[in-house]
């Protein structure tokens, strides 16, 4: 399974973005897909993720409200709408894939694409 992100880029404070995520190989509706970020100096962080077959979601704390995740299975893609954007949230935007249910661990993934940079500017 290769995971490929787009999406990434410079935006200002307030401002919104949207991350795409595509798989190829697989049975993409078989694996549970998160987003993780990592920010310069710091431990990668977990973000949200939308579970294999009830497509039900879970977030981490530092993006609840503000972000929303969501997939579409034909596309076989997922994807991470990033709202109200902070400085904060500049980081690495990591999307991951796993055969199993919900986690929020990293080491529980066992597919990762290769990044794609977020900037939020104050």
């Known amino acids: 399974v290769q995971l490929v992100e787009s999406g990434g880029g410079l935006v200002q404070a307030g401002d919104s973005l949207r991350l795409s995520c595509t798989a190829s190989?697989?049975?993409?509706?078989?694996?549970?897909m998160g987003w993780f970020r990592q920010a310069p100096g710091k431990e990668r962080e977990f973000a949200a993720c939308?579970?294999?077959?009830?497509?039900?979601?879970v977030y981490g704390n530092s993006v609840k409200g503000r972000f929303t995740i969501s997939r579409d299975i034909a596309k076989r893609t997922v994807y991470l709408q990033m709202n109200s954007l902070e400085p904060e949230d500049t980081a690495v935007y990591y999307c991951?894939?796993?055969?199993?249910?919900?986690?929020?661990?990293?080491?529980?993934?066992?597919?990762w694409g290769q990044g794609t940079q977020v900037t939020v500017s104050s």
């Open positions: 991951a894939g796993r055969v199993g249910y919900s986690t929020t661990r990293e080491d529980d993934y066992t597919y």
């Open positions: 939308v579970i294999r077959s009830s497509g039900s979601t």
């Open positions: 190989g697989g049975i993409f509706s078989s694996y549970t």
